[in-house]
């Protein structure tokens, strides 16, 4: 049998040259302000900032640490220096026609704080006002003649009672418990007690009747006074109108000179000056005595209605506004109705209403996470809803929870003109996708980050640049080439990919920092590449507790796994785990065994449920390549078993489908397996050996076992062809296998596989014959199942005899 092929040293690490870069440090090279590869994703973020259609937001996604908020923040500073639509000015203000309502206020950006300003001196101005044209000689002598002509009213209206009750001989008097009538004589006197009853009945009677006369005319003065008293409050009222409009007309004239053509301040202002006015006599002092002043709470009151609750004031704001909320709550992001404790009770007015990151956004860019914006109770709806209806409503989010119990506002809604762009993992947007009908409609724009970039000339010295920049910013050391160049190395590695790069800088920028303070440790003035290649190997151990336990389990004996002799049936895969964010390869020993049986491959993993959906499909697998490779024209006689030995927890993935292969094809052909090699791949039904991941890790876990128990020079592994290029590994690998002690096979095929794990020919099928060659594996097998199809045969004619003597038998009795 020729010589398997195997991997030379240079294929297993693709080395980054220093002497590519031309320069001494990254201190030379100019700053960088672009971003590694992501054209993709940079033109779906300019396509989606520039696109001014109703439901074009962004979704930006990716992984996070590649740079996503750094980009997008750069594009959004470019293109807010110019205005993207109407900037203004929001307040809200008292609604003089349905207090529950407050009004809002468009005003030209840098209007608000004058505005509020103005108002606050108006009621400062108004208030002196007021409390000087009031306490007047003037308005006291208006007030004067108002109440002597109702006083003068009332006296003659009483006179003539009087009169008419002097011609009825009848005198109105005014005592302590109020008006009394006496019978009054011919000489105008009244009459005494003693001498009325000594008057004839006809008087008596006659003053009876006109007293009767005198007690209706004064209870239609009484009705009268009501009235007289409603026509004076009136007509002070009144007075109050026309001297609070003459003060306030010039106070408001003046406000409005200050806003010149600006509608809505000058029909704000309008209402303003009615108000006052309307509620003159509430603002006018109180006096003792005085039952039409007011003053006191209800001026406060009043004067309260004409504040001004700016929300957002834009005076300052050049372009448009970029907003970047990172706690999007409900009320953060919408704005919420505030409420104060007053005598036991919660109460508010619109200068609670509070504004929210939309409302500062608003005429701009909101920037928000989508993760956070996902979490936070009734947000997604409320954005949502805010999109839909182009309007934000200010509202406490206790009133979506159907419990707010107290006396709340209904704001008048702001009208929203946003661009949204949210930022966030793949599986948030596939989510809202799948499950959001509104989704699609509202974020019509995905910019897809992608996490690796091809490893060229001109993307390893944009890296350079990148890295030289990240330790100007952080204060680090700068990097030589060699230590570039093995950055560079280790992206490639993150990649697992030596033709591309990983991007994720947050981990480039990590890995500096640590490789900075290895070398300001070794008093070093520069990072080079030992600094770096310390560091990683510093962070693995700091994870590598979980992987040297288990693999001290498989050196002590405690897990049963050889790396010598070799046995039928028992092939080591070659298995990954990741424990947070550290990968590490762990070799666990397969087997199967097989027996007549119907065609029937048995997984014990998924039998015992720890098998994963993509392992049982790899199983399958084996069972339609097993038919199609060795029983074309026959059903396949097998009963077999696959397990992972000593394995206790789940397993998934499709990546040991070729390993149990390889172990069903040596139970049936009954020869060992080299104990010495490990393998992993996937297969299909045709037998070709199919790509995996986590290639690197494999290797090393099962290399540092025989490293730990020894290399006899016998050691390797079998990993996909397909593999080759992502393969990036540590320098003890590379040197074992170029002095021999180890060594890594690429294989194509099945039959590649078998030749390299049992030393003997796997065979090919002769097209003529139709057979394998005789003693190859793959005619052990053949026969073996030729054998199991025999046996059934056999089993099964026995049977029938059976049954036929029983007939027999049975005939002869009924004879």
Known sequence: MPKPRELRPDQLYHRCDPAQFKFRTTAELKEFDGVL???RALDAIAFGIEMEREGYNLYVMGPTGYGKQTLVRRHLEKKAKKPRGEIADWCYVYNFDDPQRPAVLKLKPGTAERLEE?????????????QAAFESDEY?????????????RESEAFDLVRASAKERGVALMRTQSGLAMAPVGEDGEVIEHEAFDKLPDEQKEAFHAAVKTVQVELQELARQAPRWRREFARAVRELDKQVTEVLVSSIIDDLKKEFPRDKAVAGYL??????????????????????HGGGGDDARAIMGRYRINTLIDNGETAGSPVVYEDNPTFENLLGTVEHVAEMGNLVTDFSLIKGGALHRANGGYIVIDAYE??????????????????EINAEPVSKQLGFLNTVTLEPEPVPLDVKVVLTGERRYYYLLLAYDPEFEELFKVVADFDETVPRTRASVNRFARALGTIAKSEGLLPFKPEGVARLVEHGSREADDCGRLAVRMSDVTDLAREADHLARRARKRAVDGEHVAAAVRARIDRAG???ERMAERVVDGTVLLDTSGGRPGQVNALTVYQVGGHAFGHPVRVTARVRPGAGRVVDIEREVQLGGPLHSKGVLILSGYLGAHYAPQASLSLQASLVFEQSYGGIDGDSASSTELYALISALADVPVNGALAVTGSVNQFGEVQAIGGANEKIEGFFDLCAARGLTGGQGVLIPDSNVRHLMLKPAVVEAVEAGQFHIYPVKTIDEGIAVLTGEAAGKRNARTGKFPKGSVNAKVEDRLRAFAEAGKDKGKAKPKKKAAANKAGGEGEK
């Not at 006291?140 to 003068?152: L, M, P």
């Open 118 to 130: 103005g108002m606050r001196g108006l009621v400062e101005d108004l208030g002196a006002a007021v």
């Open 270 to 291: 309008d209402a303003v000056q009615a108000d006052i006015v309307e509620n003159a006599g509430a603002l006018r002092p109180s006096r003792d005595g005085d039952p």
């Open 545 to 547: 507790r979980i992987s």
């Open 373 to 390: 914006l996902l979490r936070q109770p009734f947000a997604w709806d409320g954005l949502k809803r805010a999109l839909r209806t182009g």
């Open 140 to 152: 006291r002598a208006r007030t004067k003649e108002i109440e002597d002509e109702y006083s003068d």
């Open 37 to 39: 590869g992501q054209r």
